[in-house]
């Protein structure tokens, strides 16, 4: 990995070489009682990479068929305490020789498991299990465990790659669809998965589904709550159960599947949902239980309908007919619903039927029931109608009007409106097709993809901002990353363009994304030394996650033995802390110190550094000074 200084990066075994003989010289420095100066400043003086393209992936195991076992009658149930264990035993979910072997490395957590090397992605998947204290069968998931579920990732938010959630069949498109409101802004991947039979049978859908689920969360760009079932990765709030014991259980009517996955993942680009504002993520931990869902039916009385909308109801999914129809011949029904919709309760229509939607009415009983103040839900389903009126009744700080508009307004990807179709300019496609003679469909899009993806880089460069519009506009994937792993935003923060980048990040471009080095685009922009793009970046979410502690620990490291204030500040401003210590426990301070660089010990001491760390030998910053005879630099330790 190139740094901006221009310092080689060190391969792994040649770091670990030379950390020994640091170590060792260390040690023979204070046997001879040489200078304390020879002594720390013989550790590692240079930037290195991570080495190893690696991600984390946390799983929240909550319960559901998938970890359950046979009893002594032969009855499935959920065993506490043997998920983990019994997937340790598993060579297809665990890889124990590379785990073993990660174990001789310091700060390497044994909590974690580690997938076998794969084919389909290049990187390494290590994964995390919390296994909740009370599993519970999918039938008794309320409003309360959503929020537990959510509450549960968002703490963990910046420790981790992705996210995967292990949850019983029978509500998953409720709790897929619920999260999918309550995060606002989110930027990772959280992937929902079960199975129809239990992962340790000798015949399960288990294990290729949360294979599949842990390396999309953790190798494939797609920020969105997803459900994945049956080789298929779904938008989480378009999903429906559709059989109780097919394999291939679930089903997405109005919307085709974010990824298909097969020899290979394929992964459908165009139909991810994309944010086009620059926010954090944010969690809405909050759902209101006083919605219901009724369902039309021939013969329905309006006292059914007068009853169900009574307080404390709020919200009211009305299942209909077709397009939307009522029977145009009840007007007590219309009265009911008129009366219900002019006491503050949100009225939403969605059809009964599985594919199709609500639009504008076709049918005198449609445009009736408009006349109510009854809200469109166009193509919704009946799980993300209800999760959506639960959220948005929530929001107290909206009016009833702020409402009303939300629900017919596409938040998530949840509906598809006509403001959802991209208006593309398929001539450069065309006159790709003709002059390339390419006959294949997928080729033709493998073709164009690699076309605009230069393209828009070569517009990047030339900071031409009318170009990388357009190129967005014509379906360039903001995200593609190259052979290193480099995106267009990566490089849009080394040209230094700073308008194109919040341009590329208010038409989803992944402030997450790693090189192959582990780089986010964070970094990038540190090493630049831009403090207007870390601004920018963070403002958008971004963040150093534990991931990347120990490049961070090095970058700060020869900041302060170089005395590159401005270095150590952007670090600051990009969340860095700046009493993190290396391997001889030596924090910033210290090799500011040892390197006689009185300002950068100031600029330390000044925002809050630790004075009385002590690194291996016990020592602390001022101990070196004295030692050093570097009185200036004692005098602004001991201000």
Wanted: net charge neutral; proline share 4%.
């Amino acid at each position: 990995m190139e740094r901006a200084n221009g310092i080689e990066p060190q391969t792994s075994e040649t770091r670990r070489e030379n950390d020994s003989k640091s170590n060792s010289k260390m040690v023979a420095n204070v046997k001879k009682s040489r200078s304390f100066m020879e002594l720390c400043i013989s550790s590692s003086s240079t930037v290195k990479s991570l080495g190893r393209n690696e991600r984390r992936v946390l799983v929240l195991y909550t319960g559901g068929t998938i970890g359950m076992v046979k009893n002594r009658e032969g009855v499935l149930i959920p065993q506490k305490g043997a998920f983990e264990n019994l997937i340790r035993g598993y060579p297809q979910l665990h890889d124990t020789a590379f785990w073993r072997q990660r174990l001789s490395e310091s700060g390497f957590q044994t909590s974690y498991l580690v997938l076998p090397e794969t084919k389909d992605l290049d990187l390494r998947v290590f994964y995390r299990i919390i296994e909740y204290e009370n599993l519970l069968d999918s039938s008794n998931m309320t409003e309360k465990e959503w929020i537990q579920i959510a509450e549960d990732i968002m703490n963990h938010y910046d420790q981790y790659d992705g996210f995967v959630v292990l949850h019983g069949t029978d509500t998953l498109s409720y709790t897929a669809s619920a999260l999918s409101f309550m995060f606002e802004n989110i930027g990772k991947c959280i992937v929902l998965t079960g199975s129809q039979i239990p992962i340790f049978e000798p015949r399960s859908d288990g294990a290729d589904n949360f294979v599949s689920s842990l390396l999309i969360a953790g190798g494939l760009n797609i920020p969105e709550v997803t459900l994945f079932f049956g080789s298929k990765l779904f938008r989480g709030n378009r999903t429906r159960k559709i059989s109780a014991n097919n394999l291939f259980a679930f089903s997405s009517p109005n919307c085709v599947p974010l990824v298909e996955v097969g020899m290979d993942f394929e992964v459908n680009k165009k139909a991810l949902f994309k944010p086009k504002v620059i926010e954090k993520c944010r969690l809405h931990a909050k759902m209101s239980k006083n919605v219901g869902l009724l369902r039309i039916f021939p013969s329905i009385s309006s006292s059914v309908i007068k009853a169900f909308c009574q307080p404390p109801i709020e919200g009211v999914v009305l299942e209909t007919y077709g397009a939307g129809n009522i029977p145009s011949n009840r007007q007590d029904i219309f009265d009911e619903i008129s009366a219900a919709v002019q006491r503050g309760v949100i009225v939403v229509n969605i059809t009964q039927c599985t594919t199709g939607s609500v639009v504008s009415p076709l049918y005198e009983t449609g445009r009736l029931i408009a006349k109510c103040g009854v809200v469109s839900g166009f193509d919704m389903t009946p799980e993300a109608a209800l999760t959506k009126l639960s959220y948005v009744l929530s929001k107290s700080e909206l009016s009833y009007q702020q409402k009303v508009e939300m629900m017919g307004t596409n938040i998530r990807g949840e509906l598809t409106s006509t403001a959802s179709f991209a208006i593309e300019d398929s001539t450069l496609i065309d006159a790709l097709a003709s002059s390339l003679n390419i006959q294949s469909p997928k080729k033709l899009i493998q073709v164009t993809e690699k076309v605009f993806s230069a393209l828009l880089l070569y517009a990047i460069e030339r900071h031409d901002e009318l170009s990388v519009k357009k190129m967005l506009d014509m379906g360039a994937d903001v995200n593609a990353q190259n052979s290193e792993g480099k995106t267009p935003l990566h490089e849009a923060i080394l040209s230094g363009n700073k308008s194109i980048v919040e341009y590329m990040l208010k038409n989803g471009a992944n402030v997450h994304l790693k090189t192959k080095c582990g780089e986010p685009p964070l970094l990038t922009a540190v090493h630049q030394d831009d403090p207007s793009m870390i601004e920018l970046l963070i403002k958008c979410g971004a963040h150093i996650s534990t991931v990347e502690a120990k490049s961070i620990a090095e970058m700060l490291s020869l900041s302060a033995r170089t005395g590159a204030v401005n270095k150590l500040h952007h670090l600051k401003l990009a969340g860095a802390d700046l009493n993190t210590c290396d391997e001889l426990k030596q924090t910033p301070l210290h090799k500011a110190v040892l390197s006689n660089h009185p300002e950068t010990v100031r600029y330390l001491v000044e925002h809050m550094a630790d004075r009385n760390f002590t690194d291996i030998l016990g020592c602390t910053p001022l101990d070196y000074a004295k030692k050093l005879n570097y009185h200036n630099i004692a005098e602004i330790l001991q201000e």
